[in-house]
């Protein structure tokens, strides 16, 4: 009787996190603030093909990183991406985010993903990221870097979390290779990214 209580009790846990999944993912859209992208781009002399989206609103073991194509209105990449370890209030869920130093928070808002540079994690590489929104305007003062490191897995995890960063944007060391070798073909590397929470 036990085993059986346990078995329905799994059941209806997993069940209810296939719906969810499946609802999270068809209400949010990486398009929809393509006006807003197209008006900063145009501004701040931005890549103008490409943008990332990251939205935080999303547990931590779904993909909600994207790398979207605005001129063809396409997804390239959905990618997994951690938040910092002390945005997290719920399991797998960032809700609490900072712009100070040291916070060990995430921040939200517009940023550049700018110059390419040596990094001590993942594949080695890491892209500035600077902050263009008064609730990220520290990032490249708290060091705040797009970069990979080997424990973010490439493939999703729900229900379970991945692992939290310092507040770092930190994806999957093969989602940072396929990232870099499109960079690289860029005349204009400087790319929007969009962080929402």
């Given at each position: 009787m036990q085993k059986l209580f346990i078995f329905f009790f799994l059941s209806f846990i997993f069940c209810n996190c296939s719906e969810e999944k499946v609802s999270a993912q068809k209400t949010f859209d990486p398009f929809k603030k393509l006006n807003a992208y197209k008006s900063i781009i145009k501004k701040r002399n931005l890549n103008k093909q490409y943008v990332f989206v990251v939205n935080y609103k999303e547990h931590s073991g779904k993909k909600r990183m994207y790398l979207i194509d605005i001129l063809n209105k396409k997804v390239i990449r959905k990618i997994m991406v951690a938040h910092g370890k002390k945005s997290e209030s719920k399991l797998g869920y960032a809700t609490d985010f900072s712009n100070k130093i040291n916070s060990n928070k995430s921040s939200i808002g517009y940023a550049i993903v700018n110059q390419r540079a040596y990094s001590k994690w993942g594949t080695h590489v890491k892209y500035w990221l600077d902050g263009i929104s008064n609730t990220n305007s520290n990032m490249r003062k708290r060091v705040m870097v797009l970069h990979s490191y080997e424990y973010v897995p490439s493939y999703e995890t729900y229900p379970l979390p991945i692992i939290t960063?310092?507040?770092?944007?930190?994806?999957?060391?093969?989602?940072?290779?396929?990232?870099?070798e499109i960079i690289k073909?860029?005349?204009n590397k400087r790319i929007l990214m969009d962080i929402q929470g």
């Amino acid at each position: 009787m036990q085993k059986l209580f346990i078995f329905f009790f799994l059941s209806f846990i997993f069940c209810n996190c296939s719906e969810e999944k499946v609802s999270a993912q068809k209400t949010f859209d990486p398009f929809k603030k393509l006006n807003a992208y197209k008006s900063i781009i145009k501004k701040r002399n931005l890549n103008k093909q490409y943008v990332f989206v990251v939205n935080y609103k999303e547990h931590s073991g779904k993909k909600r990183m994207y790398l979207i194509d605005i001129l063809n209105k396409k997804v390239i990449r959905k990618i997994m991406v951690a938040h910092g370890k002390k945005s997290e209030s719920k399991l797998g869920y960032a809700t609490d985010f900072s712009n100070k130093i040291n916070s060990n928070k995430s921040s939200i808002g517009y940023a550049i993903v700018n110059q390419r540079a040596y990094s001590k994690w993942g594949t080695h590489v890491k892209y500035w990221l600077d902050g263009i929104s008064n609730t990220n305007s520290n990032m490249r003062k708290r060091v705040m870097v797009l970069h990979s490191y080997e424990y973010v897995p490439s493939y999703e995890t729900y229900p379970l979390p991945i692992i939290t960063s310092l507040g770092c944007v930190m994806i999957a060391k093969k989602d940072m290779t396929f990232i870099d070798e499109i960079i690289k073909k860029q005349k204009n590397k400087r790319i929007l990214m969009d962080i929402q929470g």
